[in-house]
Structure formats: structure tokens, C-alpha cells
């Protein structure tokens, strides 16, 4: 069975009151970062990006609640209360290994949905069906962007290895 383990999902929160990134600079030693200013804490540990509208994106976290202890780490050192902030849910990043060695050459011509990167030396695949892009290598091992869940993840892996097996591409 392929699992699928989580490397980063992305929380986006918005507060209740607007947040000035520059204060976020001047007052907890925010770097900027063209629009962006860049914090980053040790505990929870995570990157944090305010954007040019305040709203704080938090990277580096695999759980909701770490995320918003992040932010609300952020807003309470500006002295400002976090009741009332919305967060939203962003894409995963995870990855798997089919613990089998993957021919590469012979995926594009059955499978449209995939095409070579000579520059990575992997798979580009579009996965449709799941709503991701998989990144898969020759040994086996892969990465998946832009989904909405870690068992997406899984599921499509699992899918692929399949394919791929009843292919006789996998070794």
C-alpha cells in the first residue's frame, strides 16, 4: 500500500483588523521581501509570509492548529487580539515512494497525462482525476503539489502504481 506523508500545507489567515506589514518589520524583526515580509519562528516552527493586504500565510506547519498558533503568535507580540481571524485551507505538498524502480521512457506514449522532464529526469504527471501534479522519479519516489489533501495524495499514488505495474513499468 502507498501512504502519502505531508512535507507542508499552506494556512492563509486573515484578521479581524488589518495588519501593517511594515509594523510587522519595525516592531518584531520582520524581513522584507519584495511584496512580502518574511518571519521566522521557532516555536511553533514556521515561516510566515504577510502579505502587501495583511493577510499571513504560514508555511512549514502539517497541522491547523500549529498554523494558527503561528499567526495568533504574531498578532499578540503587535499587541493586537486574535478573536475574530478567518483562515483558509491551501494545497499540500507530499511524498510518497512506490519502493520499485519506475522506467520512465515508456509512460508518456500510454499515458497523455504524462510527460518527461529531461532537466528533473522524472514525470510531470497531471492527475486529473485527483486534482494534482505528481513529480515521479525513477526510483520510485514522488511528489505531489497542489493538492487538497493528503489522502488525495494516496489515493492517486496508489492509482499510478497500478497503472504503472500493470504496464510493466515498475521494476
Known amino acids: 500500500m502507498t501512504e502519502a506523508r505531508v512535507e ?14 511594515q509594523k510587522i518589520v519595525d516592531e518584531i524583526g520582520g524581513k522584507r521581501s519584495g511584496r512580502y515580509v518574511i518571519l ?25 492548529d500549529l498554523a494558527h498558533l503561528a499567526a495568533k503568535e504574531v498578532l499578540l507580540r503587535l499587541g493586537m487580539d486574535e478573536s475574530g481571524m478567518n483562515f483558509e485551507v491551501g494545497p499540500v505538498v507530499a511524498s510518497f515512494d512506490f519502493e520499485s524502480t519506475v522506467s520512465l521512457e515508456g509512460v508518456p506514449d500510454l499515458y497523455p497525462e ?29 511528489i505531489a503539489t497542489e493538492s487538497r ?11 499510478w502504481k497500478q497503472r504503472l505495474s500493470d504496464e510493466n513499468l515498475l521494476g
Open 149 to 159: 489533501h493528503g489522502k488525495l495524495v494516496a489515493m492517486a499514488a496508489r492509482r
Open 114 to 142: 504524462a510527460t518527461l522532464d529531461v532537466e528533473l529526469d522524472c514525470l510531470r504527471i497531471n492527475d486529473t482525476q485527483h486534482e494534482i501534479k505528481l513529480l515521479l522519479f525513477r526510483n520510485g519516489r514522488g
Open 8 to 21: 507542508n500545507q499552506l494556512f492563509r489567515f486573515t484578521p479581524a483588523s488589518t495588519l501593517d506589514p
Open 40 to 64: 521566522s519562528l521557532v516555536a511553533p516552527r514556521a515561516t510566515l509570509l504577510i502579505d502587501q493586504d495583511g493577510k499571513i500565510i504560514v508555511h512549514g506547519c502539517r497541522k491547523q
